[in-house]
């Protein structure tokens, strides 16, 4: 569908790359207009007035005008500056693994306002909280939902049995888990029941579940290989961001050891 020609509407950044001598090329995602790509022209002069407003992962309030190639933003306003993400490494490297999960699974242009409310819940809690690998775990398993990759955790994707509770296969080619009658053999990999019982609780719950979730150490590990595994393959494509989040992720770990 065609916008009009001047809309404004609230946005968050996802990328940007600099452009000419003073512009920059935006990534927004937006709630009723999806995702987008935008000019900002001379953005990158110290006397713009939209400078500082459109960094990295904040959220602000943006005027965009159509344009033949690109949609021209012409004035913008921090909503959230989310501070501690653009402040931390390990946290600005969590906001960026979210960033591009979103730019790879979304096509342009195409509404989706419960993303955009995910992501938005994602880029708060990285700002504050401290588990972020289970806040990763769960916007992958919601964005997952939303844009329909959503895994299938309560039946055995083979067969349709019912699943028991006790370890399964999970194939992410299949899109979930596998009963032990029809896996192994090359058919899905090895998930135990807690790291199963724990996707199930991610993709049923609500953000405000997660507050004062334990996982233990071999579970939350787990989470994260199939995880990435299902992404990857159901993407077919390694994500960039990975490899920088876990270089940084072994940084601090030698640090706080
Ligand atoms: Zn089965």
């Known amino acids: 569908m065609r916008r009009a020609r001047t809309v404004r509407t609230e946005a968050v950044v996802l990328r940007h790359k600099d452009f000419g001598e003073a512009d ?113 775990r769960y916007y992958e398993m919601h964005l997952l939902g939303l844009v329909g990759f959503q895994p299938e955790l309560g039946t055995c994707v083979v067969r349709g049995e019912e699943i028991q509770p006790e370890d399964q296969f999970f194939d992410a080619a299949s899109g979930g888990v596998v009963c032990p009658r029809c896996g192994g053999d090359g058919m899905g990999r090895p998930i135990t029941m807690p790291t199963l019982k724990m996707l199930r609780f991610l993709q049923r719950s609500e953000w405000a579940a997660l507050e004062n979730l334990r996982v233990r150490a071999t579970v939350e590990s787990e989470l994260e290989q199939v995880m990435l595994n299902f992404i990857t393959v159901n993407l077919e494509r390694q994500l960039k961001s990975v490899d920088f989040l876990n270089r940084v992720r072994r940084i601090k770990q030698t640090n706080s050891n």
């Open 24 to 136: 920059r090329i935006l990534t927004l995602l937006t709630p009723e207009h999806g995702k987008l790509h935008a000019i900002a022209k001379g953005v990158r002069r110290p006397t713009s007035r939209k400078a500082g407003h459109l960094d990295l992962y904040m959220r602000a309030d943006v005027f965009l005008a159509t344009g033949r190639d690109l949609d021209i933003l012409t004035q913008a306003t921090t909503l959230d500056a989310y501070r501690p993400i653009r402040e931390g490494l390990l946290r600005s490297s969590y906001a960026s693994y979210c960033a591009e999960l979103l730019e790879r699974f979304t096509p342009d242009g195409e509404a989706n306002a419960p993303l955009y409310h995910l992501m938005v819940g994602a880029l708060e809690k990285i700002g504050v909280e401290d588990n972020l690998p289970l806040i990763a």
